[in-house]
Nanobody
Framework: QVHLVESGGGLVEPGGSLRLSCVVSGSTFSSNAMDWYRQTPGNQREYVAA???????NYADSVKGRFTISRDNAKNTVYLQMSSLKLEDTAVYYC??????????????WGQGTQVTVSS
């Protein structure tokens, strides 16, 4: 089984920064694309960012220029560096993985979610 364990969520003031981490086990991590999603109560889960097995990245328009997705294959870890945080960034953030290297379509595996709260 594939397991994704997230960490790094918390409370931060507007304009601040936070880095989320997701450690993946039970898969050939270096061959799998990874995503970050987020969700607020009563709303559908929203795509945030993606990174392919070769390091190509993609971002939702709402976070472009502020968030950076990266990966460290030696540590089986994907990161989401968030900066210039806004109140509307408050959500539960989910790490997600694909079975393939390109990350097309919906992800196949999900982490437990970690709460990010942006508040003054």
């Amino acid at each position: 089984q594939v397991h994704l364990v997230e960490s790094g969520g918390g409370l931060v003031e507007p304009g601040g920064s936070l880095r989320l981490s997701c450690v993946v086990s039970g898969s050939t991590f270096s061959s799998n694309a990874m995503d970050w999603y987020r969700q607020t109560p009563g709303n559908q889960r929203e795509y945030v960012a993606a990174i392919t097995s070769t390091g190509s990245t993609n971002y939702a328009d709402s976070v472009k220029g502020r968030f950076t997705i990266s990966r460290d294959n030696a540590k089986n870890t994907v990161y989401l560096q968030m900066s210039s945080l806004k109140l509307e960034d408050t959500a539960v953030y989910y790490c997600a993985g694909h079975r393939g290297p390109t990350g097309y379509g919906l992800p196949n595996f999900w982490g437990q979610g970690t709460q990010v709260t942006v508040s003054s």
